[in-house]
């Protein structure tokens, strides 16, 4: 079972028109192509996070319903996210490590990276996205680590529904 976040992504992506070099321009891709990237995401951040991930099964793909998100004006589209709970690892840094470089050799932007969780926290947490805007994020500690994946928005009225 994948525990879905319904809150707003904050994924606004606000521009308009088409795509470069014939790549679909924002929002314009399917929700089936969105979606898939966004499994993707999340089941490669599983297998380089070295934790384990007991509730993820990258089959298990019934029950998302993505929240709002904007393209062009408030809150018309939509976007797929969740977050998931697995194991820890040993050195959440370097697992850090290991992750971001993972994600620069796919091209990811890597953006903050917080190393004081604050209180008897023992993780760190890494967010990075994707050129499509995708959002994702990885948070390993020694107790109790999380991956976060925020899919780009998508104008496609299929991702009204819910996953079956």
Same mark, same amino acid.
């Given at each position: 079972m994948?525990?879905?976040?319904l809150?707003?992504?904050g ?5 308009a $028109?088409?795509?470069q070099?014939g @790549?679909?321009? /924002?929002g314009?891709?399917s929700?089936?192509e969105?979606? %898939?990237?966004f +499994?993707d995401?999340?089941?490669d %951040?599983?297998?380089?996070? $070295?934790? @384990?991930? /007991? !509730?993820?099964?990258r089959k298990h793909?019934a029950?998302?319903f993505?929240p /709002?998100?904007s393209?062009?004006?408030?809150? =018309?589209?939509?976007?797929?996210? %969740?977050?998931? @709970?697995g $194991?820890p690892v040993? =050195? /959440?840094?370097?697992?850090? #490590?290991? +992750?971001?470089?993972h994600? #620069?050799?796919k ?5 903050? !990276?917080?190393?004081n +969780?604050?209180g008897?926290? %023992?993780? !760190?947490?890494?967010?990075a996205r994707?050129?499509r ?14 991956i976060?994946v925020?899919s780009?928005?998508t104008? =496609?009225?299929a991702?009204d529904?819910?996953?079956t």
């Open positions: 994948v525990t879905v976040s809150g707003l992504s994924c606004a992506v606000n521009q $028109g088409g795509g070099g @790549e679909p321009g /924002p314009e891709r929700a089936q969105v979606f %898939t990237d +499994m995401a999340i089941d %951040t599983v297998q380089q996070s $070295g934790a @384990e991930w /007991p !509730i993820w099964d793909t029950g998302f993505p /709002p998100c393209v062009h004006a408030r809150e =018309d589209g939509r976007a797929y996210q %969740t977050q998931i @709970e $194991g040993d =050195d /959440p840094r370097a697992a850090v #490590e290991r +992750m971001k470089a994600w #620069e050799s091209g990811y932007k890597i953006g903050n !990276i917080f190393d +969780m604050g008897n926290t %023992t993780g !760190i947490q890494i967010n994707s050129s805007g995708l959002l994702v994020q990885f948070t390993p500690s020694s107790e109790t680590s999380f976060k925020v780009e928005c104008l =496609d009225p991702a529904k819910k996953t």
